[in-house]
């Protein structure tokens, strides 16, 4: 689905600057296509996660030993974890804006949607559980994974509309939603981050949709034409699909102004439906569904909606803004088909995200003059900045900041952020000499199975001989052992080798071998 004005560009996963590497759950995927990782390789480097030894084996054979990384089993349940994540960036030397993990497995995204860096799901069908902590792409399919890298297709239909940035083609997502044990269509257009979620002043789209109905305000409807293209995109795909000849949108309650009226006309006209939207009403007050549960909600909400009309052989599009639980467009379902409609199709701007971050340290963007959080708002022309409210209540001078400035200050503090993490130390290579003029023997050796940088001490794990010769004294290092253990999985490894110093001060020659325990191999 292409804008509705046509604009191609970048890659707009959530925290995504420049595309430059895939880490793959690659147990993920039913079965082991080579071809398949070549060709996906050439497009977009990659490295694989894996528990097992024979694909570690295989993949390495192909990709080189540095870019398959062994997890051990326990490690795969909260995989990807922060070890697993540093270990990703230092084998594809990306950046954690420059990354998007790949997995058939949702609770494998679940977990990396946590690190701001992108996520990619091979799945033919997604439930509305998994639709509300949803990554940043989903296809149902190798090929059209292949597809939308080649072609740079990334993300949600309503997201790339709304991006600041110039945008690339899209898609809706279709998700299982049941309503009384019958499966009715809905599709999504995006993703919303309510106030409480870790992404609520990192999305445009979240901001737009909230901003965008709040009454009395310079704001107040700005992007009722954009949402009514998004809108009008969608139906018009559907109505090949499924037929739809009506729509109409989630009433609101008594006494609301009726934000949906323009847009309902602007869809009818362009994609040629009947609005039946002023037939469809809310007939009573009902508290407030946020923090009820799912169950509280229905119950909360049970016979507040009328439709004064015949809906006999017709179908419905049903137009909402954001649905959560489902319980509001559940119960508009039940009353469009007691009025005779044989089908109802759900379409919703966004489903609201749930998810937590990887750190305690919420990402934001920091104001420059008082360092508090900046929020995400909208001007009178719709153009998205960062405004600081810590500023403006106690009268300091007006602090704000455009989207793009916003956004790079916020991905290159993400960058710092997790580059902390990565141990940042520096072994000199045998041949180095210490403070004291000595020769260093440490040693900086890779774990076969997880490929951590460990240090070695070649004195500490060897012997020495000494032997005198013509130019002074040679002092021979030998070491055979299997107990080095890795720093990081925990797994012993062997090491075996030899370092020369002769003549004094000076290393003659040296050999180093590391391998995985016999009974492992």
């Not at 239909?157 to 083609?169: I, K, L, Y």
């Not at 009395?216 to 009514?228: A, H, I, L, Q």
Request: overall charge negative; glycine content about 6%; some cysteine.
């Amino acid at each position: 689905m292409d804008r509705p004005d046509g604009k191609w560009g970048i890659d707009m996963f959530r925290c995504i600057t420049e595309l430059k590497g895939l880490a793959v759950d690659i147990d993920s995927f039913p079965e082991l296509k080579i071809e398949d990782w070549v060709e996906i390789n050439e497009i977009v480097p990659c490295v694989f996660l894996t528990t097992k030894d024979e694909t570690k084996s295989s993949l390495s054979i192909i990709f080189g030993v540095d870019k398959v990384i062994r997890l051990v089993k326990f490690e795969r349940l909260f995989a990807p974890s922060k070890n697993t994540h540093i270990k990703v960036l230092k084998a594809l030397d990306v950046k954690n804006t420059e990354l998007a993990y790949l997995s058939c497995r949702h609770s494998f995204l679940e977990n990396a949607n946590g690190f701001l860096s992108g996520t990619i799901w091979i799945s033919d069908h997604v439930t509305y559980e998994e639709a509300s902590k949803a990554p940043d792409m989903i296809r149902r399919s190798m090929d059209e994974l292949k597809d939308a890298l080649r072609n740079h297709m990334k993300g949600f239909f309503g997201e790339m509309v709304v991006s600041p940035f110039e945008n690339t083609t899209a898609t809706m997502l279709p998700v299982e939603f049941v309503v009384d044990e019958e499966e009715t269509p809905m599709y999504i257009l995006g993703r919303y981050f309510g106030y409480s979620h870790y992404m609520s002043q990192l999305h445009p789209y979240s901001t737009a949709i909230y901003l965008n109905k709040k009454q009395g305000k310079s704001y107040t409807g700005v992007y009722d034409d954009t949402f009514t293209s998004i809108y009008g995109a969608a139906i018009k795909t559907l109505k090949e699909i499924h037929g739809i000849d009506c729509i109409c949108s989630v009433p609101v309650k008594p006494g609301k102004p009726a934000r949906f009226d323009d847009i309902l006309e602007g869809i009818a006209e362009g994609c040629d439906v009947k609005n039946v939207g002023n037939l469809f009403s809310c007939i009573r007050e009902y508290p407030d569904q946020k923090g009820l549960t799912t169950e509280e909600r229905e119950e909360n909400i049970k016979g507040a909606f009328r439709f004064d009309g015949d809906l006999r052989e017709h179908t419905v599009a049903l137009i909402d803004d954001i649905v959560s639980t489902g319980s509001t467009v559940k119960e508009c379902v039940r009353e469009l088909k007691r009025k005779g409609a044989g089908e109802v199709v759900i379409v919703a701007l966004a489903i609201n995200q749930f998810g937590s971050y990887w750190s305690s340290n919420n990402p934001q963007v920091d104001c420059p003059v008082c360092h508090s959080k900046m929020t995400l708002l909208l001007n009178g022309s719709g153009q998205f900045f960062y405004n600081c409210l810590d500023c403006f209540s106690n009268h300091r001078p007006s602090s704000t900041m455009n989207f793009s400035e916003g956004w790079k200050k916020l991905c290159d503090k993400e960058n710092e952020k997790i580059d902390m993490m990565i141990p940042q130390r520096r072994v000199a290579i045998l041949g180095d000499y210490l403070e004291d003029g000595t020769i260093n023997l440490e040693r900086v050796v890779k774990c076969p199975y997880c490929s951590f940088d460990n240090v070695i001490n070649v004195e500490d794990i060897g012997t020495a001989s000494t032997y005198e010769r013509s130019m002074g004294t040679e002092t021979l290092y030998e070491y055979d052992t299997d107990d080095v253990v890795c720093e990081d999985c925990g797994r012993d490894f062997h090491v075996d080798g030899f370092v020369s110093i002769y003549p004094p001060g000076a290393v003659r020659i040296q050999e180093l071998n590391v391998e995985p325990l016999k009974e492992d191999l």
